[in-house]
Nanobody, 115 residues
Framework: QVQLVESGGGSVQAGGSLSLSCAAS????????MGWYRQAPGKEREMVAT???????NYVDSVKGRFTISRESAKNTMYLRMNSLKPEDTAVYYC?????????WGRGTQVTVSS
């Protein structure tokens, strides 16, 4: 199994920035895809950004140009840099590891953006 621990959430005013980290441990193999997902109150969980071991990235349209996903394979760590935050970015952000038959999730970290 793979264990994931998110950190870096918090509260910020609109227009501000935050950085999230996700540390992975356990049976980690390549290739794999890691990603950030979020869930706002009363809404379904949605994909925010994903990154493969080769570095290919994918973003939801609402965060393109504002968020940047990256990873350090040597440290088994993934990051999400969030700039120009908006109140609608408020959610619990989850880290995900996906490879063949392994689908692991972190417990999440709260991001709150006030107007």
């Amino acid at each position: 199994q793979v264990q994931l621990v998110e950190s870096g959430g918090g509260s910020v005013q609109a227009g501000g920035s935050l950085s999230l980290s996700c540390a992975a441990s356990g049976r980690i193999f390549n290739p794999n895809i890691m990603g950030w997902y979020r869930q706002a109150p009363g809404k379904e969980r949605e994909m925010v950004a994903t990154i493969s071991t080769s570095g290919s990235t994918n973003y939801v349209d609402s965060v393109k140009g504002r968020f940047t996903i990256s990873r350090e394979s040597a440290k088994n760590t993934m990051y999400l840099r969030m700039n120009s935050l908006k109140p609608e970015d408020t959610a619990v952000y989850y880290c995900r590891y996906l490879r063949i038959n392994i689908d692991s999730w972190g417990r999440g970290t709260q991001v709150t953006v006030s107007s």
